[in-house]
Every structure is written in C-alpha cells, then in structure tokens.
C-alpha cells in the first residue's frame, strides 16, 4: 500500500472540481412585445423596453396616462374658443380661481366678525388671482389669432 501511494499523482489529493451547471441557452423574450432578444442587447429591437427591467406593469401605465391627455386633444378647444394654447392655459386657470373665489361663500362662519372678515378677504384675493389669470390669457392672446 506504501507503494501505491508514492506513485501517485498530486490530482489524487486534490477535492474533485465542481462541475459547472449546464447553462441555459434558450433565447431571453421580451416581456412586452415577446419578441426575442437579440445577442448581448440591453434593450428589445421592436418595442425599445428594457431587458433587466423587474416588470413592464409600470411602463404600461404611464403610456395609458399618456394616451389619456391625447384624449383630450386641446387643439380642437384652442380652434373653438380661438385662443392659443398658452391664453387658453390661463383663461383655465382664471376659471377655476372663480369657482374658489365662489366656494368662498359656502363657508359658514357665524362664530364672530373676524371670521367673516378673513374669509371676505380670501375670496377678495382668489378674485384678484382670477383677474390676473384672465389678464395674462389676454396678453398671451397674439394679434394673428384674433383674425
């Protein structure tokens, strides 16, 4: 037995090496459009969505919320009411200052004098704002429009 083991080589000493695990060549897909993946791209060649992305569930929503303000389609109200999009922006705003300057009034204080008086100066300053805001949607207004 002494023998035997003058004789042998260092590999018979060593821990047996760990065979790798086979790895799997199939295609990655897209989790989008389901189009595979081309070889090292970080991005699908179709859809554009990225590869190492945990889940597309939040670039879905963002492109339905995108494709909600389409719905909108705020060139068709600038051609009805004759405005450009910046007057048009004010003039919303304007309106709404006038619904909250409105809204005012539906706030019941009966408790003294000093809370009626702050709430009459609240509405007096969101009719200021309201009047700045129609103001500014006139100033943006450009003379090509009013044709």
């Given at each position: 037995?002494?023998?035997?083991?003058?004789?042998?080589?260092?590999?018979?000493?060593?821990?047996?090496?760990?065979?790798?695990?086979?790895?799997?060549?199939?295609?990655?897909?897209?989790?989008?459009?389901?189009?595979?993946f081309m070889v090292g791209?970080?991005?699908?060649?179709?859809?554009?969505?990225?590869?190492?992305?945990?889940?597309?569930?939040?670039?879905?929503?963002?492109?339905?919320?995108?494709?909600?303000?389409?719905?909108?389609?705020?060139?068709?109200?600038?051609?009805?009411?004759?405005?450009p999009l910046p007057s048009?922006?004010?003039?919303?705003?304007?309106?709404?200052?006038?619904?909250?300057?409105?809204?005012?009034?539906?706030?019941?204080?009966?408790?003294?004098?000093?809370?009626?008086?702050?709430?009459?100066?609240?509405?007096?300053?969101?009719?200021?704002?309201?009047?700045?805001?129609?103001?500014?949607?006139?100033?943006?207004?450009?003379?090509?429009?009013?044709?």
């Open positions: 037995m002494a023998d035997i083991v003058r004789d042998a080589h260092q590999e018979f000493w060593r821990p047996p090496a760990a065979q790798p695990e086979p790895i799997a060549n199939l295609a990655e897909a897209c989790r989008r459009c389901g189009t595979e791209a970080a991005f699908c060649h179709i859809c554009g969505s990225n590869r190492h992305q945990a889940s597309g569930a939040s670039s879905r929503n963002w492109i339905h919320i995108l494709g909600l303000f389409r719905a909108f389609d705020l060139t068709r109200f600038t051609r009805w009411l004759g405005l048009l922006c004010a003039f919303v705003v304007g309106i709404a200052f006038l619904i909250v300057a409105l809204a005012m009034g539906l706030i019941d204080v009966r408790a003294s004098t000093l809370d009626f008086e702050a709430v009459q100066l609240w509405r007096i300053q969101w009719l200021m704002a309201a009047c700045a805001a129609f103001l500014v949607a006139i100033l943006l207004k450009s003379q090509k429009s009013a044709s």
